[in-house]
Every structure is written in C-alpha cells, then in structure tokens.
Nanobody
Framework: VQLVESGGGLVHPGGSLRLSCQASGFTLEAYTIGWFRQAPGKEREGVSCINNSDGEEYSTDSVKGRFTISRDNAKNTVYLEMNSLKPEDPAIYYC????????????????????WGQGTQVTVSS
C-alpha cells in the first residue's frame, strides 16, 4: 500500500515537467489527493490538491496559472502538470492522500496523512 511519485528532473527556467503519483493497494478516488513541496532550508508548502467529495481543485497562489493537478481514476494516478517553471520552484515534490477534505488537507502534519509518497526531485537551472 503506497504512493509512488515519478517524473521529476532537471529543466531550464520556463520549461515544463509532468509529475505522476500512482497509488497501489488502495483506490485513490475516495481520497483528497494532492502535492506538497519542500526545498532545502524551507518549510513544506502545499501546492495543489483535488477534493474527494466534489473534485474541486485548490492551488497555492504562487502556482496558479502554471501548474495543473488532475487525476485518472482508471489508472489510480494523480498528475501535476508544471509549466513556466521558475527558479523558485525547485524542491522535492511529494504526493499525499487523505480522507479529509481540502481545507484540512494542507494543514495536516506529514505523519497525519493516510498515505505519503517518497518524493521526486525537481530542479530548475539554466
């Protein structure tokens, strides 16, 4: 039972990446699912999530218009499409899943999530 992220890498500023997070051992559809990131020396930041009850999407202001979260229930996978990457975007990106709704999701401590992935590194450099 786990979440496995993939798709991280090195891109130039202005470039794009698509992160994937595949669930195994449980069905993502019932969960609020989302992405966090943490850069060295900085606190964890909630990036985007999809609410379990209504499918509404929520993103932090710094990524609105650039990042898009989506889910494919048939593949039990959530994606984070990241465009126009900036020098402030590099971090380890983690996906997480929890049965609680979005307004609690971003406030949970890491250990409180039902599921938490191992992370994938995103680097933006010219």
């Amino acid at each position: 039972v786990q979440l496995v992220e993939s798709g991280g890498g090195l891109v130039h500023p202005g470039g794009s990446l698509r992160l994937s997070c595949q669930a195994s051992g449980f069905t993502l559809e019932a969960y609020t699912i989302g992405w966090f990131r943490q850069a060295p020396g900085k606190e964890r930041e909630g990036v985007s999530c999809i609410n379990n009850s209504d499918g509404e999407e929520y993103s932090t202001d710094s990524v609105k218009g650039r990042f898009t979260i989506s889910r494919d229930n048939a593949k039990n996978t959530v994606y984070l499409e990241m465009n126009s990457l900036k020098p402030e975007d590099p971090a380890i990106y983690y996906c997480a899943a929890d049965l609680r709704p979005w307004y609690q999701f971003f406030l949970l401590d890491r250990g409180e999530f039902d599921y938490w992935g191992q992370g994938t590194q995103v680097t933006v450099s010219s």
